[in-house]
Structures are given as structure tokens and as C-alpha cells.
């Protein structure tokens, strides 16, 4: 036990925001192996970065490669009193422990062997944040008549959908990259100013992110 924890203590260096200062969660491998015939002893984790929106569990499906009748698999550097982490045969089940949390965690396979294999996991709180300055307090934009694109810079991890309630508004992308969205506003031929908005929502649910009001001038 004290060699794994001395190289857990060397990867954490190397860690961003891991915390070792809690219970290590682990699971004895059940996978039968000659290490000598498979001496690449790996901990494989196809997918290392997650979006945390809500409590529900999170499933983080691994392998060993090289493994022997010995191997450990196990959780470190997590604060428990963000997440919940248990250990299972085939994957590492983290369930959050609020709805807004974040943090890195260390899994590591230890051969028993002298081999330790480390991956870093790393959860991030769902967030979508409008970069500029509305125009009043119940306009975002307002739009020429001649109308073109209009850009409305952002920053988010979350992926996302833009509807428009409007016929003359139109989003370029159904899928906005995480700095920008980008809408295109057709020309106003009549002398009134006309009042529109656009939905954005959470990607393939009827979640609200936020609305978008535009206001265009009119024609001279």
C-alpha cells in the first residue's frame, strides 16, 4: 500500500485539482492474466472528461491491459464531500453529491507487480454564460433594417440547441460553437420596428437555457 500511495503522491503533483487527503476506493480485478505474456500493464479510459448537471450517477467504463489475478483498480484525490465514488469489476461509478460541482480525481491500476498505471478523470459543472451587454433591460440587440448576421459571443461546456420563434431570425448553426452563436436577421421591409426572440436550449431537451429578444428597425 505504501508504494501505490507514493506513486499516486508523484502523479498528484502533476494533477490540477486533485485532493489525496481522503479513503481510496478500489476493486480487486477478477481478470486472470500472465503479466510476463502481456507486459504492458495499462488502465485504459476512453472518455476522461465528464459534464456534471444534476446528482445522477456517472458510469466511467475501464480496462486493464497486462493484468494479473492481483490487480487493484481504485479512486483517489476526489473530495467526498463533492462526489461519491465506488469501484466495480468492469467501471468507476461517480455520483455528485450536488447539483453544481466539479473536481479532478486519480484512477489507478496497481499490478501488485511493481507496475501502476494512472489516468486523470476531471468533472465539470454544466455552465452557460452571455458575454455582452444586453441593450435595455427587455432588448438584447437591436438590429438594423437591412438586417445580415448577428453574433452574440458566449462561454460554455454544454451542448446546446438554437430555435428561433420568429421567421425572420434564423440560427446559422443548430449547434453554436462554445465562444459564439451566431444568427442571421432577414431585412424588415416595413417602416415599424419589429420585436423577435430566440430559445436556446439544453441539446435534444425542452430545458430553458435562456431567451434572446431582437429588436429591428424599420424601412425609412
Not at 141 to 163: H, K, R, Y
Request: hydrophobic share 35%.
Amino acid at each position: 500500500m505504501n508504494r501505490i500511495l507514493a506513486s499516486i503522491a508523484v502523479a498528484l503533483l502533476f494533477t490540477a485539482c486533485a485532493k489525496p487527503d481522503h479513503e481510496i476506493q478500489t476493486q480487486g480485478s477478477d481478470q486472470s492474466s500472465n503479466q510476463e505474456s502481456n507486459p504492458d500493464f495499462k488502465l485504459k479510459i476512453e472518455t476522461t472528461e465528464f459534464i456534471v448537471n444534476g446528482t445522477d450517477p456517472i458510469e466511467v467504463p475501464y480496462t486493464v491491459s497486462g493484468t494479473t489475478e492481483s490487480t487493484v483498480v481504485g479512486v483517489t484525490g476526489y473530495d467526498p464531500a463533492s462526489f461519491y465514488v465506488s469501484v466495480e469489476a468492469d467501471k468507476i461509478v461517480v455520483t455528485p453529491l450536488k447539483d453544481r460541482v466539479s473536481g479532478d480525481m486519480l484512477a489507478y491500476a496497481d499490478s501488485r507487480t511493481g507496475k501502476v498505471s494512472l489516468v486523470n478523470l476531471c468533472f465539470e459543472s454544466e455552465f452557460f454564460q452571455a458575454l455582452y451587454a444586453k441593450y435595455s433591460t427587455d432588448i438584447d440587440f437591436v438590429v438594423e433594417s437591412a438586417g445580415g448576421n448577428l453574433e452574440m459571443p458566449v462561454l460554455t461546456n454544454m451542448d446546446f440547441e438554437i430555435n428561433s420563434g420568429d421567421s425572420w431570425i434564423h440560427g446559422e448553426r443548430t449547434k453554436a460553437d462554445k465562444t459564439s452563436i451566431v444568427l442571421s436577421v432577414d431585412e424588415n421591409p416595413k417602416s415599424t420596428v419589429r420585436t423577435g426572440s430566440v430559445y436556446i436550449f439544453r441539446k435534444e431537451t425542452a430545458s430553458l437555457i435562456m431567451t434572446v429578444v431582437i429588436a429591428q428597425n424599420g424601412s425609412n
